[in-house]
């Protein structure tokens, strides 16, 4: 009996869709399942990635896919800020519907299926002395494929472990304070416990502005925040939504299967933002599947988590553990931290620094005296203790 599919990707969003669009573009079959009724929704990302991450990840982004450019980010604790001049580094703010649908067209015109509105209900494995596959159980009926990828982004790490979510909302707001090309982050510990508040302007007057954090009431946070900002606001787009910010799994393969993407934890742990670490992941994993495929030879496959590893494992293990120390420092820590650090250091890092890669610039923008950090942290764990 025939193969339905070379291979089914649970999940059409970004890494689901470049791993397909990289299969097919070999000439296997592939099958793509998404749970909702329109590619590239809900939109749970705030967007931001730079314009070498798009082009590395083998897109040339239409009009409509890029909202905004970002010149600044201006980074502030409960009563200090900073600010770092982004032009270099050449930030944009995508459309993220219009970006995923892009990159669903390249797939399917090299020959991938996608089916939307189609949820995966469960997988059941076969492997016997003449044929080995997958038959996939979804909304739609039953399918088969010799190889199946999870990308079905933080769904599939809820089932698992719950240590690694935080609770977020995102909204998209009309507001007169809102700067055209200035990205603001802010810190504290006590309204945003382990992450924090976030602007990210799409235009004059308008952007997507969120909060993220343990154990807090989302909705109230965020309208306490936009109220804080002004009373001249209007919402037009409110969504929630669980972020994974542990860093990424164990395994990225077990037999057959490839999890990639926000299921395989490969969104950043600092910001939560994945669109080039889970896109290329998705690349990676597709040309792997493709050299299994054409090789008869499942060794091939381990050359997607070797290859993200060597790309990404230093720059998230050193993102975990500045999460860590976010997370242990109370608003008092967090405002002698932000007064110690170095103007000079923040100018390097306007000139040098890489969006993609920016666990260096955190670590030059904290580069004070060990003496500082040092008396900052023991300071904390008095006041904590206490």
């Excluded at 409509?64 to 010149?71: D, L």
């Amino acid at each position: 009996m025939k193969e339905d599919y070379d291979v089914i990707v649970a999940g059409g969003s970004v890494s689901g869709l470049l791993a397909a669009r990289e299969i097919a573009s070999r000439g296997h079959s592939v099958l793509v399942l998404e749970e909702d009724s329109e590619i590239g929704t809900p939109e749970h990302c705030g967007g931001l990635v730079s314009i070498g991450a798009i082009s590395r990840l083998g897109i040339l982004p239409r009009n409509n896919v890029i909202q905004n450019q970002i010149k600044a980010a201006k980074i502030c604790s409960p009563s200090r800020n900073f600010e770092i001049n982004a032009v270099n580094q050449k930030v944009v703010v995508l459309e993220r519907r219009e970006f995923d649908k892009q990159i669903a067209l390249q797939s399917t015109k090299l020959g991938a299926n996608i089916r939307t509105k189609c949820s995966l209900r469960g997988t059941k494995y076969t492997a016997n002395s003449s044929d080995k596959f997958f038959s996939v159980m979804t909304t739609d009926g039953l399918f088969r494929s010799r190889y199946f990828v999870d990308a079905r982004g933080v769904s599939s790490l809820v089932q698992n472990d719950r240590s690694g979510i935080l609770l977020a909302a995102q909204y998209e707001v009309y507001a007169p304070w809102i700067e055209k090309d200035t990205v603001i982050v802010e810190f504290d510990n006590v309204k945003y416990p382990g992450f924090f508040a976030w602007i990210i302007p799409t235009g004059e007057g308008s952007g997507k502005v969120g909060v993220a954090g343990k154990s807090i009431n989302t909705a109230r946070s965020l309208t306490c925040y936009l109220e804080s900002k002004g009373s001249s606001f209007s919402v037009i787009r409110r969504i929630f939504a669980p972020i994974w910010v542990k860093g990424p799994i164990d395994e990225f393969i077990n037999g057959r299967t490839v999890v990639i993407g926000d299921a395989a934890g490969q969104t950043k742990p600092t910001t939560a933002g994945g669109i080039y670490t889970c896109g290329l992941a998705g690349i990676l994993a597709g040309r792997a599947i493709t050299k299994a495929i054409e090789s008869k030879n499942d060794d091939s496959l381990v050359s997607y988590p070797a290859g993200w590893t060597r790309i990404f494992g230093k720059e998230f293990r050193n993102m975990v553990l500045f999460r860590k120390l976010l997370e242990r420092l109370d608003n008092n820590a967090l405002d002698q931290m932000f007064s110690n650090i170095n103007s000079m250091n923040i100018d390097t890092v306007s000139k040098t620094g890489n969006f993609d890669f920016h666990a260096v610039s955190i670590r030059k923008i904290l580069s004070v005296t060990g003496l500082k950090i040092f008396k900052t942290v023991i300071g904390n764990e008095s006041r904590r203790l206490l």
